[in-house]
Structures are given as C-alpha cells and as structure tokens.
C-alpha cells in the first residue's frame, strides 16, 4: 500500500488519485509513502527471529490485525516525488535537501494519526496502581456476588454495575462514564461510605479487570485485585471474555437476542466482491456501519455519489477532507467497488489448512475520516458511545438534504407528506394540515401479545430466581402481531394542551395521521425504545412479525370529508403583560453561559442526550428540569433533537446550518430558533415568519413589530393551530414551501422488504447493531468486518426495516 502527501496541503491521496491532485493544485512536490509486507527469516533454531522493536517502521498507520506477527514484519519506505516527471530522491537526503523540507519530511514521518488524537488513550497505556490498593480494608460481611444475574442494589439496573471492593455492594455507575446506563448510585455510596476502589462487573478476565477509584477520580490498576475479588467469592480464572468483547457476564440475561440476531452458532459462508465489503467498528461504531451498508444498497444513492465519482472528485474544495459529498463518494466506493472484498486465493486457501493459519486478509474498509467528517460538532456521534441508529438516520439525511449533489436529491426516495387530521372532540369540526417526514414509526402494541400466559408464567419465574440470587430463566419474548402495530399507528391520539379554536378555549382533542404521499422507499422503525421507572431508558425486547410485503395503502390520505366542518382560523389568545418590559423574557435574556447546570444533569442522568437536555433547559429559560422535560418529550421525534444548540446572534441572519428538514435549502428562512420560540407565545407560524423577515431576524423588534401590526393577526392564514403543533413528530411545516411544493415520489401504497438494521441490548446506549440485506435474491449479515450469507435472518427481531415500493 502506498500514499503520496502534498508537501504544500499535508493531504494524503492513493495512487489513482495523485494525478488528479497534481492537475487541480499545480502542486508539485510530494513525500511518497510505501509501506512493505515481509515474511520474517527464520533464525538458526527454526523458529523465526527473536521479537525486536522494529526500526524500519516509523509511520503511525494502523497495522493489518490479520496479520500473524510472529510470521511477518513490516517496513516502510519513504522518498520525494517531484511531478510531472516523477523524480525519486530517496530519504534520509540531507545533502540535497534544503534545511526546511528535511524538517518537513522529518516532522511528516514522525506525525501521530489524527485519529488517534480523537481516540481516547487507552486506559491501559497509562493506568497507575491505586495508592489504597495495598491497604484496602474488606469487610467481612459474608457477601457472596454470584456469577451472573446482578443488578443494582438501589435500583433494578442490570448493566454499567460496579462491586465495590470494601463492602460488596453492586451498585450502577452514571450513564456518561462509558456509555452505558446508570443513576450514579456507586458514586453515592462512596460519598455516603469513603469505600474508594470498585471494579466494572463484566470486565473481569483472568488477565484482570477495569478498576475505578472514586477518591482519585480516575481508572486505576488494582495490583491485589485477584485477592480483593476473591474476598467475595470470586475466581477471576474462571472468569472470561467471549469472542465480540462481550463477556458471558454481560449477556447472559439475554443471550438469545445477541444469539439468534449474529446468528450465532452456525456456519456462515464468506461472501466477497463489490457491495460485499464490510466496515471496521471503530469502537461503538457499529450504528455507522449498519446505516451506511443500508444506504449504500439503495440504487438511487449509488448512482448519486458512487456513480458520479469522477464529477465529485474533479470539483471537490482544495481540502476534500470537509467535503461532505467527497466522503460520501470515497465511502460508496469503498463499499461498492470490490476493491476491499476479495476471496483468498486457492492457493492460499490450501496453504492455510495445511499450516492450520489465518494469511494476511487486507478486507474491509476503516471509516475513520467519514465519522470524524459527519459527526464534528455533534456531541453525540463525535464520541465513542454507542447512539441510536434511527437518530443517525435521520442525521445522515439531513446533511444530504443540505449538500445537494445533482439535480435530483437522493434522500427525495424517503419523503413523503403526513396529513394530519386533528379534531375538537367537543364541536367536532377539524382541521388539516401536512408535513414531511422520513420514517414511519410503529408503536409495539404491547397489549396484543399472543403469548400473555407464557410472559406472566416467565415473569413470575424470573422473579423467584431473583429473590434466591440463582440465574434467570430462558428468555420469554412477546410476540406482537404487525397488524396490531399497525392498527395502533393509524388510530387517532390525544392532543395534550388542545386549544379549540371553536370553542375559544382549552378542550379535549384528537389527532390521526395519514399518508399524504408514499414514499419509493419505506424506513419503518418500531418504537422499541422506552422508559422504565425512575425514567430509565429500557428496551422493550419483543418479537413482531414484520411481513416480507407489505401494503398500507388503506393509510392514503383523503383530506376533508363531505359533512366535516372546519376549525376556524382563530389563533389563541395572547397574554399581554402589563409592563411591555417584561417582553424582554427569558430567552432574550439568558446567555448560554448561564444554563443551568444542574437541571442539565438531572435531565442527563435519565438518559437523554447531552446537547439536547441544554437545549430544553435553554428554550424553556432556566424555569428547572420538570419543564425542560416536557419539552424534551415534545421535541423527542425531531431530527437535529440531539444536535448542538446554535443561538444565532440578535439581528443576523442565521446560516445555512439553522435551516430544518421541511426548510432545506429555502432562501431568506428565519432561523427556526426564532421562529419556535415566537410560536411557543401563541403567534401564528407564518406571522412569525413574516415579522422575523421584516426585521432582519431581530427577535426582539419581531414581537415590537407583530404588536404594532394587529390587523394582520386576523387576515393570516395560518399553517395550523399552535397548541397542536408543540405535538407534532417533526415540526417539519410546509407553510414555507412555496409554490415549488416538496420534493415527493408519490406512488403506490405496496411494498417489499429487503433490509433491516437490528440492536443488541437493552438501551440505544450499549449494545450492538448488525444489518441484514437482501442481495441477488439471497438475504446476507452485515456484522461490522464479517459479511456473509444469512442462514436464519431474524426479521422478527429488528428496529429499523427497509421496503422498497413494488411498482404498480
């Protein structure tokens, strides 16, 4: 493998890429980088040589894991390349060189990877021992822990526990340590106690264990940590790791869903070639992987990035890295192009049984510079813990949305309008209203279960097995007919806080949701993530029997009815205060700085994402954590929910980067910040719009300019009632649109599956995500790196299923 490194950019480019480069730039000069494969020379007594540190190896890159080390060695070469002509001056070259490339090179050989810069340094790297661990006191209490079935002791979590090492207790750590879910109780009973060392129940191996020490805020080694776990009865020998990193620990609760979703236990043939390829997990990554192998099996998105490659690539800014469209091309060409999918030779294939070894592979692709290009500035996805596939869906598609490639837009294929009926229970009049969306989302009808005695007998089972501290019984799973997940999507919901525009006040109110529009390709997710008590993220771990065709045509909107009577273009009343001072409300006043940090907290603590706990504590002005939930539960469903908050500064206009999803790509839009929160005081949508562009989006002459401007309050059309819009899934109003009208590929109602992405575990926090797709007829698992042909595709066990229309 070899690269070519502007001298001028410090950009790396292959060799099929390097002429490109040189045509764009000019530039001329270039440190080519080769990197040999060789097979060790035995020494004299056969064996191969001795382990040395190899001098001949001084690129930080990531060596092939494939590889068998005591086999092979690696050496790299590096010299300068002068284009057009190609001159070679091999380095070192002090002689030649002036001073200040020497330098150059020098520092360019010597660079560590910027990705590992993004990577936490592993703990082990630079763990110290802990000062108590050769002084820690362990109470003889008789405490026991048994080798599985934990939980915590304050609350029923069963994942993120911690053994405290003095007293015995297991209790959860906080869902921000390592990505997994916690209240925080270790760190209580450490405030409450002192007892300073506790070790990460699941990480015990015969090789050690993760140690944190809560008095010295930091991992630490444990150097008696076999006699400290032995204290409490356990033997760390017979303690391991399974194949995945998972422990038998961790997913012994659960072992069918991480069984029967990987297809565990049978032998699953290799497949090879383009769209074939697998992805590398960088660590939690494995939602990115099962996206992306989902989209890139779509015939729209092929065409649009990998089929317009050479077009991409020749217009691509001078720094290709920050190219959304050029990440995407090189992506879909990693994926497609078979170049990184390639069956061992027969040669080798005998070789390797004969030796009974495994010969270098170099297979799959490492979306290093993807992620860090898609993810920069999201707090969520820039990390290394696990995220919600769904949230990164969407995430995905609304950067396509916002960096067109093309004429056609390829993620057009999954919009569609929502027709949204909502009616005054009590006056019965109704009105309609639409907006654009990408998923449908399917409520898991619990209730319907066909299974009942079976859940109650399993329940009662697991509860006494609990008590008396013994493993859990075989799993029972609730199976949930489809048809019932359906009828729950399309019955009508209450409308919270419905203000009747006929009745002129508060009333009871219902919405019901139809398609306006079918989209070519269907994204149907169902809702299987929840909360427990004490708010808790929990997964409902249930069984629906998704259909391989699928037809909801009986779901096509119809507008109003012959006899229905519309609601009235009435908007809420607006409470005026007495002293016009007070219009300067919370949000005009509370500077990001001053967020409360701890309504943060508390709001993190139950599990939802960082950035948008700020938001909710922002929007809803410093006013506790009991408010910003609401507006957490009513902002969940939206697209950029867990995205920075980006206030726009008074009086300018905000960037392209404010723009929604229903106002992609519109001229002049108001930042919908402003816009929201003119709503949330009871203005018309269109009428907030129309006084933010009068003042050049200054929030605070907008409401001088509505309040001066009464008479335009009633001749508004409005796009809808705002007591009723804090409800919607995805404020994605088309009040905006236009004439041109959204972008949809209406169609038949009739479908067909051919992908699904599925999770393992119990919150969208931990676990593991693989994706199955139906190719040439054959369905194939994508597990990160393995791709291979699927004996027993779980269809029954997914979140999030593809279908594509079946033309009529």
Same mark, same amino acid.
């Given at each position: 493998s070899c690269l070519y490194v502007c001298m001028n950019t410090f950009l790396g480019f292959g060799r099929e890429h390097i002429e490109r480069h040189y045509r764009k730039t000019g530039q001329c000069v270039y440190l080519h980088l080769k990197r040999h494969v060789i097979e060790k020379v035995p020494g004299a007594s056969g064996g191969a040589l001795p382990k040395r540190r190899n001098a001949k190896l001084f690129l930080d890159l990531e060596t092939n894991s494939d590889l068998n080390n005591d086999d092979f060695e690696y050496e790299d070469e590096a010299k300068l390349v002068i284009f057009p002509d190609h001159y070679e001056i091999l380095l070192p070259n002090i002689e030649e060189l002036p001073a200040l490339v020497t330098i150059a090179c020098d520092a360019?050989?010597?660079?560590?990877?910027?990705?590992?810069?993004?990577?936490?340094?592993?703990?082990?790297?630079?763990?110290?021992?802990?000062?108590?661990?050769?002084?820690?006191?362990?109470?003889?209490?008789?405490?026991?822990?048994?080798?599985?079935?934990?939980?915590?002791?304050?609350?029923?979590?069963?994942?993120?526990?911690?053994?405290?090492?003095?007293?015995?207790?297991?209790?959860?750590?906080?869902?921000?340590?390592?990505?997994?879910?916690?209240?925080?109780?270790?760190?209580?009973?450490?405030?409450?106690?002192?007892?300073?060392?506790?070790?990460?129940?699941?990480?015990?191996?015969?090789?050690?264990?993760?140690?944190?020490?809560f008095d010295e805020e930091e991992p630490v080694l444990d150097p008696h940590i076999a006699k400290h776990l032995a204290h409490f009865g356990i033997d760390m020998l017979q303690m391991q790791v399974t194949e995945n990193g998972l422990r038998d620990n961790d997913i012994k609760p659960r072992v069918s869903e991480w069984e029967v979703i990987q297809e565990a236990g049978?032998?699953?043939?290799?497949?090879?070639?383009?769209?074939?390829?697998?992805?590398?997990?960088?660590?939690?990554?494995?939602?990115?992987?099962?996206?992306?192998?989902?989209?890139?099996?779509?015939?729209?998105?092929?065409?649009?990035?990998?089929?317009?490659?050479?077009?991409?690539?020749?217009?691509?800014?001078?720094?290709?890295?920050?190219?959304?469209?050029?990440?995407?091309?090189?992506?879909?060409?990693?994926?497609?192009?078979?170049?990184?999918?390639?069956?061992?030779?027969?040669?080798?294939?005998?070789?390797?049984?004969?030796?009974?070894e495994h010969k270098p592979q170099h297979n799959g692709i490492s979306p290093r510079m993807f992620k860090a290009f898609i993810s920069k500035g999201h707090p969520e996805f820039s990390s290394n813990r696990q995220q919600d596939a769904q949230e990164f869906f969407l995430h995905l598609i609304n950067l396509v949305e916002r960096n067109p490639v093309g004429s056609e837009n390829p993620s057009d294929v999954f919009r569609f309008l929502v027709e949204e009926r909502t009616q005054c229970c009590q006056s019965r009049k109704v009105r309609y209203t639409e907006r654009v969306d990408y998923i449908m989302q399917l409520p898991v009808a619990m209730e319907a279960a066909t299974n009942k005695d079976e =859940?109650? *007998?399993?329940? !009662?089972?697991?509860? &006494?097995? $609990?008590?008396?501290?013994?493993? +859990? @019984?075989?799993?029972?799973?609730?199976?949930?007919?489809?048809?019932?997940?359906?009828?729950?999507?399309?019955?009508?919901?209450?409308?919270?806080?419905?203000?009747?525009?006929?009745?002129?006040?508060?009333?009871?109110?219902?919405?019901?949701?139809?398609?306006?529009?079918?989209?070519?390709?269907?994204?149907?997710?169902?809702?299987?993530?929840?909360?427990?008590?004490?708010?808790?993220?929990?997964?409902?771990?249930?069984?629906?029997?998704?259909?391989?065709?699928?037809?909801?045509?009986? =779901?096509? *909107?119809?507008? !109003?009815?012959?006899? &229905?009577? $519309?609601?009235?273009?009435?908007? +809420? @009343?607006?409470i005026i205060p007495d002293d016009p001072k007070e219009m300067k409300f919370n949000w005009r006043l509370l500077d990001p700085s001053n967020i409360d940090e701890s309504s943060v907290m508390q709001l993190a603590e139950m599990g939802f994402?960082?950035?948008?706990?700020?938001?909710?504590?922002?929007?809803?002005?410093?006013?506790?954590?009991?408010?910003?939930?609401?507006?957490?539960?009513?902002?969940?469903?939206?697209?950029?929910?867990?995205?920075?908050?980006?206030?726009?500064?008074?009086?300018?206009?905000?960037?392209?980067?404010?723009?929604?999803?229903?106002?992609?790509?519109?001229?002049?839009?108001?930042?919908?910040?402003m816009v929201a929160i003119i709503i949330s005081m009871g203005f018309q949508r269109n009428l907030a719009i129309q006084a933010l562009k009068a003042t050049n989006n200054n929030l605070e002459r907008a409401l001088e300019w509505i309040f001066s401007h009464p008479e335009l309050e009633e001749e508004t059309e409005p796009a809808l009632d705002m007591m009723d819009m804090e409800n919607n899934a995805n404020a994605n109003i088309l009040a905006e649109t236009g004439s041109e009208g959204p972008r949809i590929k209406d169609g038949s109602g009739r479908y067909e599956l051919f992908g699904f992405i599925s999770h393992m575990g119990t919150s969208t926090m931990s676990g593991h995500y693989v994706c199955h797709l139906k190719k040439e007829g054959r369905w194939v698992i994508y597990n990160d790196l393995r791709v291979c042909a699927s004996e027993r595709p779980p269809k029954d066990l997914g979140y999030i299923y593809f279908y594509r229309r079946i033309p009529s």
């Open positions: 360019l050989l010597s660079a560590k990877s910027p990705y590992r810069k993004q990577d936490p340094d592993s703990w082990e790297e630079e763990l110290q021992a802990s000062k108590h661990a050769k002084t820690l006191v362990q109470l003889d209490n008789g405490v026991r822990i048994p080798p599985s079935g934990w939980k915590c002791s304050k609350c029923d979590l069963r994942e993120n526990l911690w053994l405290n090492l003095t007293d015995g207790s297991v209790l959860c750590g906080k869902w921000f340590f390592d990505g997994s879910g916690g209240n925080g109780h270790a760190m209580e009973h450490y405030k409450e106690t002192g007892y300073p060392l506790a070790v990460k129940l699941g990480t015990i191996t015969p090789d050690g264990a993760d140690v944190y020490s049978v032998k699953l043939k290799p497949m090879y070639g383009p769209g074939y390829t697998g992805m590398k997990n960088l660590g939690n990554s494995c939602y990115l992987n099962a996206v992306m192998q989902a989209i890139f099996s779509i015939p729209e998105f092929q065409r649009a990035y990998v089929g317009n490659l050479p077009r991409i690539f020749d217009y691509s800014p001078l720094d290709p890295t920050q190219d959304f469209n050029t990440q995407m091309a090189k992506l879909g060409h990693g994926l497609l192009s078979g170049q990184y999918s390639k069956p061992p030779m027969k040669s080798e294939l005998i070789e390797q049984v004969m030796k009974e =859940l109650i *007998a399993y329940e !009662l089972k697991r509860r &006494e097995a $609990e008590a008396a501290r013994r493993p +859990p @019984p075989e799993l029972v799973r609730a199976k949930i007919p489809f048809s019932a997940c359906l009828q729950a999507f399309s019955e009508p919901n209450n409308v919270e806080d419905f203000w009747s525009s006929a009745l002129q006040a508060k009333s009871a109110g219902v919405k019901t949701s139809r398609f306006a529009s079918f989209p070519e390709y269907l994204v149907v997710q169902i809702k299987k993530f929840t909360f427990g008590l004490d708010w808790i993220p929990k997964k409902l771990d249930v069984s629906v029997d998704m259909p391989d065709f699928l037809d909801i045509s009986h =779901l096509r *909107a119809r507008g !109003l009815q012959p006899g &229905e009577e $519309e609601l009235p273009d009435i908007a +809420p @009343p607006i994402p960082l950035e948008a706990c700020r938001k909710a504590v922002y929007y809803t002005g410093n006013l506790g954590a009991e408010v910003a939930f609401n507006w957490i539960i009513a902002h969940m469903e939206e697209p950029d929910f867990a995205e920075p908050l980006v206030i726009p500064a008074f009086g300018e206009v905000a960037s392209s980067g404010a723009a929604v999803f229903g106002a992609v790509g519109l001229d002049n839009q108001p930042p919908e910040e």
